[in-house]
């Protein structure tokens, strides 16, 4: 049996940031990923020669001085990474039906604010508050500012719910609308979408925003490598099919096909339910096992990826949110009638600057059910299989119902389409590994906070996990619980100063 330091299942960003950090370290690391390709949601794919990615549109916080560039620049990726900014006087454009106006979010908070005084100038007093409350909440958060501090500091915020938050700061329900205009980022509903989710989110990008030049998958590169360079290993075609723990701590993985793998440490950046399915012992309290099972998870989504013709459309340098409704909270609760709701479009060009895109991105709320009926197919790039007429039928009736609300905006849109694919709640399922296609995981509640935030730990002392279950989803979300998660061997303190001081 090889055994390693640290045998971690899954190659998402929170398997490739805890691997990294650990082998800078001197543990002997493996990474073992069911894919094909490594990197879970950083993975891109390409259709008629145009990339695509399937899970990072955007990264906020990636100027030298804030969060994320000092943590990639510990790890030593920060240099390698190629990335375009977004428009600094509107990363984010707001477009509702019905109204002609484009609500532009710009960078930087004194920008930010000026911007939306265009719109709405008599409401600076709520765009203040709004700002310094964004501020206040992402100041509880120790880790987000990278430095050391306690749990307890950000107990008082964790319960302001977003939509309600927005909605006593101002009776101007455009500006309510505006604010919240980007909620697809977190899946919000209205009852329970925490405001730190959002605060976390909305200052990361409000800071800086950029676009990964070539795809998101340069990052998976970067880690993997830094993962080997160390003497470890990032395998993929390998299924983890079982944990198992022998005498109070796990000893060994097994790999479908039956190679076993044993370590001293390992961490799961598998969905924690789904660990837990895969975890053979009688240590997990049933408590426990119950409340991963029954944490709700967000929805997932329908994405069309548009190949556009040469020279046809331009780039945009930033992304739209277009809204059927004057309700940016009523998509997540589409109904066969209001289906999408909300249409999220990313904008690539593959890094030429020639003023041309090649590719829009969309991406609209989907819950699994719809797809259910091809729900035994699966479909991951090492067994293609078709999922039948039916489901190319759906396909195409969704895609079509998404290109014409981009018409809309952009009457033209379809002389310069070349091609279309599409992928549903099933891609996710099968390209990521949740049970249900679930976007960013278990949906955070700010009526039941605590019973939302997962630890690191588990009852098995070497058996820890990570990635976008435990805190926060996004880049920056898993990037921190990767942290948290290493400091479990590294002791916190020692690798806030490190970063730090990198
Ligand atoms: C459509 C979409 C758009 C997004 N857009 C953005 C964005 O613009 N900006 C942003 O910051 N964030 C975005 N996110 C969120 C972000 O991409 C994710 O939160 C983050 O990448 C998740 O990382 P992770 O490590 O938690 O897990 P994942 O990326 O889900 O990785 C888990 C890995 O584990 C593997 N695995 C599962 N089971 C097993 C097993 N049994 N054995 C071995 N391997 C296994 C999977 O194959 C996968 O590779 C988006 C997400 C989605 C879905």
């Not at 710009?106 to 409401?123: C, H, N, S, T, V």
Request: hydrophobic content about 35%; aromatic content about 10%; charged content about 20%.
């Amino acid at each position: 049996m090889r055994t390693f330091d640290v045998v971690i299942t899954g190659s998402g960003l929170g398997g490739l940031v805890c691997g990294a950090i650990l082998a800078k370290h001197g543990f002997h690391v493996c990474v073992l990923e069911k894919n094909k390709q490594a990197g879970g949601c950083l993975q891109t794919f390409s259709r008629d020669k145009v990339l695509f990615d399937s899970g990072v549109h955007y990264i906020g916080g990636l100027e030298e001085g804030q969060n994320l560039h000092q943590v990639f620049k510990y790890l030593g990726i920060m240099d390698k990474l190629k990335l375009k900014r977004l428009d600094e006087d509107g990363f984010d454009h707001i477009i509702f039906d019905n109204d002609p106006v484009v609500y532009k979010l710009a960078q930087g908070y004194d920008r930010f604010i000026k911007g939306l005084l265009e719109y709405f100038p008599d409401e600076e007093a709520a765009i203040q508050q709004y700002c310094a409350a964004i501020k206040d909440v992402c100041s509880c958060f120790p880790l987000y500012n990278l430095r050391a501090g306690i749990a307890q500091e950000k107990e008082r915020v964790l319960t302001i719910n977003t939509y309600y938050f927005i909605n006593s700061l101002t009776e101007n329900k455009k500006l309510r609308q505006v604010l919240a205009g980007n909620n697809i980022l977190y899946a919000g509903v209205a009852e329970t979408t925490p405001f730190y989710v959002h605060a976390l989110i909305t200052n990361s990008y409000i800071e800086s925003s950029w676009r990964c030049v070539n795809g998101g998958s340069q990052i998976t590169k970067f880690l993997a490598r830094i993962i080997t360079n160390n003497g470890g290993v990032v395998e993929r075609h390998k299924e983890v099919v079982k944990i198992k723990e022998e005498g109070g701590v796990v000893t060994h993985v097994t790999i479908a096909g039956g190679e076993q793998i044993g370590g001293k440490h390992f961490i799961s950046n598998v969905h924690p339910a789904r660990t837990l399915d895969l975890l053979e012992s009688d240590m997990i309290r049933g408590a426990y096992r119950s409340r991963l099972n029954t944490l709700e998870n967000s929805v997932s989504a329908l994405m069309v990826n548009i190949v556009l013709k040469p020279d046809s459309f331009p780039y945009l340098n930033y992304n739209l949110y277009l809204h059927q409704s004057d309700d940016v909270w009523a998509a997540v609760k589409y109904t066969p009638d209001t289906w999408p709701g909300t249409v999220a479009v990313y904008f690539q060009n593959n890094g030429r600057d020639d003023g041309f895109a090649d590719g829009i991105s969309t991406l609209s709320y989907m819950r699994a059910e719809e797809v259910a009926p091809w729900a035994d197919t699966y479909n991951v790039v090492s067994q293609e299989s078709y999922r039948g007429d039916g489901y190319e039928a759906f396909k195409t009736e969704k895609a079509e119902k998404i290109i014409d609300i981009l018409e809309n905006t952009y009457p033209n849109i379809r002389e310069c389409i070349q091609s279309y694919s599409v992928g549903t709640p099933l891609s996710f399922r099968d390209y990521m590994g949740t049970a249900d296609g679930s976007m960013y995981g278990f949906l955070k509640d700010s009526s039941d906070p605590m019973r939302t935030l997962i630890s690191p730990r588990t009852r098995i002392p070497n058996l820890y996990l990570t990635g976008q279950n435990l805190n926060l989803h996004g880049i920056l979300g898993v990037t921190m619980s990767a942290i948290v998660t290493s400091s479990e061997l590294l002791g916190m303190e020692n690798l806030i100063t490190e970063i730090n001081k990198a």
